[in-house]
Structure formats: C-alpha cells, structure tokens
C-alpha cells in the first residue's frame, strides 16, 4: 500500500499562532487565477483574477497582469462585472477580451502600451473564443444565431386592448433546454469575424449546424480550422466532430478528417505544416481516451502520438519552433502538462497543475507557453485556491499569491493522499483524507464520505471549499476515486461501462473500512453524501448497508428510465450509458437505478438539487423523495431556488448547500445533544 503526504499547513511556515478554522462567509473572500495567456517573450502573463462579491452574490472577474520576473501584479480591467477571454495580439500591442460591463457580454480591444480601450463589437448574442488573425487586423469568434420560425398555429379573434394569456410554445427540436440555460430558442452557433478596430461582424459559416469551439488559423491568415458535427444526424450522434478548413477567401469548408468518433481542438503549426488534433473512434462505450494527432498538410499522412500513455488528453499548444506540441492530461487526481516532440520521446513538464474552481476537489487548470518555451501554469493544492506559477529548472514557482490575506491565519484541514486495495478484487484505488484542524488521531471523529460526480470524473489533491467547511466543523472527510473514474487509464473507467452503481461500492465502503481500522473515526457517527454521480451512489450506498448515521443526496439520478427521457443531453446518456432505449432494456435500467432498492433503506435521507436542474432535474429528487415517505424512512427535501445543476454558481448556494448537509448529520449524529 502506497501513502503519501502530498500537502502541510502552510500555517506553521509562517508562524501564524491565532489562527481561527475557515468560516462559511469566508468564501467570500477567496479568489483563484484562470484563462492565462503568456506574451512572447515570457516575462508577463495576463490573466483573469475571479473573486466573489458579498453583495451581488455573484462571481466578478477582472483581467490582471503579472510581470514574472518581480512578481509585481498589475490591473489589466476593473470593475463589478466580468471580464473573460484574455488574448494577446499577435505583437503583444493589444489585448482583446470579452466583457459584461454594459449589460451584455461584448468583444473589446485595449492597448496595452497606451491604456486605451475601446468596445468593438455591439451584438445581440455572446460572443466566445475569441482568435486574432496572424496580422492583428481582425478577430474571429463564435455566436448563436436565432432561427426564424413562426409557430404552426395562431388564433385569431383577440379584441384590441385585450390582455390574453401567453400564446403556446411550439417545441420541435431535439434539444429544447439545456442546463444552465434553460429553455433554448431554436437556431445554431456560427463563426463570424469582426476588424480589430471594430464594426460590423462577418458570418462565415451557414447551415443547420454548430460550428463552435476553439479555431485555429494558419499562418498566412488564409485558412481558419475548427471542429463541428456537420453530419445528417448529429442532433442524434451529437459526438461525431470533425476537423474541418474554412478557406477565408471562398468560405468553403472541407473535412481534415472522415471516421466515427470525435475529433476536437484543432491547431495548426506556426509554420503551417503540420495539424494537430485530440480524437478517438467511436465504440459506444461510457469511456475513451482521446489520442493527440498529428497531420501532415503536404503529405496528408496522419500519425498518432502518445498512444501508450493510456490517458485522456485535453488540450494542445504548439511551440513556436513547430518541433513538437505541448498537452495536458489528468493522471492520478493531478493535471499533468507534456511534451510530444515530432520526433522524440513523450516528456512530462510538470504534474502540479492546479483546479480552476474551488467548490469540491476536482482536478483540472490552465496553461499557457511563450514563443521561448516558458510554461505558465494555474497552481493549486489543497491549502489555496489557483495562482500562477511557471515551471522553472522542472519545479514550478508560484508568482502570485491571491490568497494569504484570506487564508493566513486561517486553519486548514491537513490532506493526506492514501492507496486502498479494494476488498472486491484489490483494485488499487485512490483516495484523500482531509483532516480537522487540531486532529488528534488519539480521539474519536465523525466521517463524512464525499463522493465525486461524473461518474467519469476525478478529485484530487486540490482545494476545496466544502471539505475545508466540513472539516473545520470537527469532520474527518474521505474522497475517493472509485473505479470508474478517470485519469487511471480506459480499463479502470470502462469497468463501470453498462455497470454503474455496482463495484464502485465496495471500492468507497474499503475507504470507510480502513479509516475505522486506523482507530480515530467513531462507527456510529458515519455520514454520506455526493452530487451528480455521487448523489447515485448515495442512494446507492443507503440501500445496500445501513451503517451510516444519514445522508444527504445531492442532484441525484434515481430512476435511469426516467433521467434519459427527462435530461437535457439525452440522445448521449442513450447511446453511451446503456445498451440501447429504456423500452428495449428496461431490466438493464431498472437494476441500476436506486428507485430498485428504496424498499431496503432505513437510513435518514436528505436530498437537495437545484429547481432549474436539467441534467439531472428535480423529478428524480422529488421521485425519491416520496418514495422514502411512502417506506416511512425519515427524510427532507432541500430546493435551490433558480439553480441549475451547478448548484454553486451562486456563491451564497455553496454556502446554503454545507450548511443544510451539516445540519442534516449534526441532527443525526448520536453523540450531539
């Protein structure tokens, strides 16, 4: 068995001694860096400081600087809104981002030696990824542009001045809602240009399709390369991308690549030979891992990259010498940053990248690489949120520190990473265990079980505000990586492929096991709680043992037949997650779903989701809920009012969504008056 200490109170280093421990309102005051863009030369990086407003409740983002070689931060933008979408002009003059500050998110330019900013842009839609051309002189982008569609019926007859009800609302797409949207108007998300200078935006692309995402251009600003699904049943197959080439001048498109399977983030060389792509082929499994390709423009040979490291990657960069790219992937809870020269072998830069969020531990950040090959990073651990760091000699330097006036003299839970054989077949899993300030393993703690969602997802040793809460409330937390996630290769996450719950159980119940063998965790005062995929196994784990005191589900699925019929990205949940539709498989659907089982809990159950949850929608709360009435187990249901399945996005939400869950298992816990 392996067992790391991979993070130490950074308190005791810098002689704090009245440190109090981490208090909900402190959210508030925490703020993480994301979106870096490093200018050429490699001695500044901008990017976009996010903070949470106690009165607007609400994130605000302003975009800032740092010069690397005095760490000295200065303010790029300013002001309660959000500004997003930093990109450096090709000569490192101008800036162009993507800002709220009339109202509505629009595109604007500022020169960085003169401070003047100008808005560019006056759209009626968002604008997102944002490209300069190669000679600075234009931007490209991508929109949503509404369809026009008259409804099929209208009734005629209304008296001038009459206040009748709201008409109808005709529905006849595929996609109506998505989650954090809502309700969709009908239409597609095109590519469009606009002068750098500003006026009237250019629409480069046409049809029935979505052409969004990350471009890339070549060098001489003749070709723009992008990913889309513009086959005929790509509302059904919503994951077959290609990489297509819009030529600027005719504006025809050509397909790059021709299989079944997604092909996505497309970037072309600086010397405009080569391009590289993320893609797999299609196996209609819950699981794959994307492969770095990269093709000849000359030749038109195509090799494959990487292909041994058995992980998933997720973004490309070129270096400037056009020798080699530069990836990222997440491996054991941590994101890794990578090197895959043309010719050569595969070399890791650094595994310290750190989550752009800082709700629960997931793993994930940014990066960016200057033209001399300095990598600027988000760095993160489990004691602060995302700072800017750069890999230098191979070990990162963190240069900005946006978090000590808010967590100095604060006590932090202790992480300590554990290795557990998992008592169904000794898989190894990976685990994290988040100590209370003042931990004396000679007690007695309660333990709160924190599981991820997904289920294809990962935490790691990052930072996160709800196990620090939970912690600072005298809890030891436990977050897992059971089977089925990633960043362990294709097999460990395949194993839950048309399987899920099922062994992933016994792989969390083998954490709880061997925090109670280590003697300072209280068998009677066991909690369990998740969201998303952890709320499945929440429910999940209370029908199949009642050894915890309560639980809480959080946005939970309950009934598989009913959450592919009722969430927003249902043609993939069908194709991807099971065998086939539910009236064909129903047995399948139903054995998995915890609905099966509800006559076996007795365990006190909480549920809590978001009111405007499409992917995984209040029904499936609501569901269990009563069920649990029906069976007369005790339970309560907890709305969030206007939220989506990102319960907090508000920050307040985040706060509500602890409380209500340590209330819950403070009601519940034997030893608490």
Do not use: C
């Not at 990052?462 to 362990?488: C, I, K, T, W």
């Not at 639980?551 to 592919?564: C, E, H, Q």
């Not at 819950?664 to 608490?672: L, S, Y």
């Amino acid at each position: 068995m392996k067992k790391l200490v991979w993070s130490t109170l950074f308190l005791s280093a810098i002689g704090v001694t009245h440190a109090t421990p981490l208090a909900p309102t402190d959210v508030f005051n925490l703020e993480y860096a994301n979106q870096i863009d490093i200018n050429n030369d490699g001695d500044m990086v901008y990017f976009v400081r996010n903070r949470m407003d106690i009165k607007t409740d609400r994130k605000v983002s302003n975009i800032w600087s740092v010069d690397l070689a005095t760490n000295t931060m200065l303010p790029v933008t300013s002001g309660v809104h959000i500004d997003y979408s930093p990109v450096l002009s090709p000569n490192n003059d101008r800036i162009a981002f993507i800002s709220t500050r009339d109202g509505s998110s629009q595109i604007y330019v500022k020169w960085l030696k003169t401070g003047a900013v100008a808005k560019i842009s006056n759209l009626t839609q968002s604008p997102s990824s944002l490209s300069w051309s190669p000679d600075g002189k234009s931007l490209y982008f991508s929109q949503f542009v509404p369809s026009k569609a008259a409804p099929p019926v209208t009734v005629a007859g209304k008296p001038p001045g009459a206040e009748w009800a709201e008409p109808p609302v005709f529905i006849d797409d595929v996609y109506y809602r998505f989650d954090g949207a809502g309700y969709t108007n009908a239409g597609y998300t095109h590519l469009f240009k606009i002068d750098a200078n500003g006026g009237n935006a250019t629409q480069l692309t046409n049809g029935n399709y979505n052409h969004g995402g990350a471009v890339s251009i070549d060098k001489d600003g003749t070709s723009l390369y992008f990913s889309a699904n513009r086959h005929e049943e790509h509302k059904l197959k919503p994951t077959n991308d290609e990489i297509y080439k819009l030529d600027l001048t005719t504006l025809k498109i050509t397909a790059m690549t021709d299989r079944v399977g997604p092909d996505r983030h497309p970037a072309v060389s600086p010397d405009g030979k080569y391009l590289a792509y993320l893609g797999f082929d299609d196996k209609k499994t819950n699981y794959e891992n994307a492969l770095l390709y990269i093709k000849n423009l000359e030749s038109g040979e195509t090799k494959v990259y990487a292909e041994s490291l058995d992980r998933n990657l997720e973004s490309v960069v070129w270096a400037a010498n056009s020798r080699g790219v530069y990836v990222s992937y997440d491996s054991e809870g941590k994101t890794t940053i990578a090197y895959q020269p043309l010719k050569g072998r595969f070399d890791v830069v650094t595994d310290q990248v750190g989550s752009v969020s800082f709700g629960r531990p997931y793993s994930g950040g940014d990066f960016d690489i200057s033209d001399r090959g300095l990598v600027a990073f988000t760095l993160a651990d489990t004691q602060r949120p995302a700072d800017i760091a750069l890999v230098k000699r191979g070990e990162p330097r963190r240069v900005t520190q946006l978090n000590e006036d808010a967590l100095a003299d604060k006590s932090l839970a202790k992480v300590e990473e554990i290795w557990l054989k998992s008592k169904h077949d000794e898989l190894p899993i990976q685990a994290w265990v988040a100590y209370p300030p003042g931990f004396d393993k000679t007690k007695k703690y309660p333990l709160v079980l924190e599981i991820h969602g997904g289920p294809v997802a990962n935490y790691g040793p990052h930072f996160s505000a709800e196990v620090q809460l939970f912690a600072a409330q005298g809890n030891v937390v436990l977050y897992m990586n059971p089977r089925g996630s990633d960043s362990y290769g294709k097999q460990f996450a395949q194993t839950i492929h048309h399987n899920y719950p099922s062994n992933d159980f016994d792989d969390l119940m083998t954490g709880v096991d061997h925090l109670l063998a280590e003697g300072y965790i209280d068998k009677d005062r066991l909690f369990v709680t998740g969201g998303s995929g952890g709320g499945v196994l929440t429910a999940w784990t209370v029908s199949h043992t009642d050894r915890f005191a309560a639980a809480v589900v959080a946005k939970p699925v309950i009934n598989w037949y009913s959450f592919v019929l009722t969430s927003d990205f249902y043609p993939f949940f069908t194709d991807y997650w099971f065998p086939g539709k539910p009236w064909d498989h129903m047995a399948h659907y139903m054995k998995y779903s915890p609905i099966s089982y509800v006559g076996k809990v007795t365990t006190p159950t909480m549920l809590l989701t978001g009111d405007a949850d499409y992917r995984t929608p209040i029904s499936e709360t609501e569901q269990y809920y009563q069920a649990l009435k029906l069976q007369g187990v005790e339970t309560a249901m907890v709305r969030i009012p206007d939220a989506s399945h990102g319960i907090t996005k508000r920050p307040s939400n985040l706060l509500n969504k602890v409380a209500y869950i340590q209330w819950w298992f403070d009601k519940h816990d034997p030893k608490k008056d």
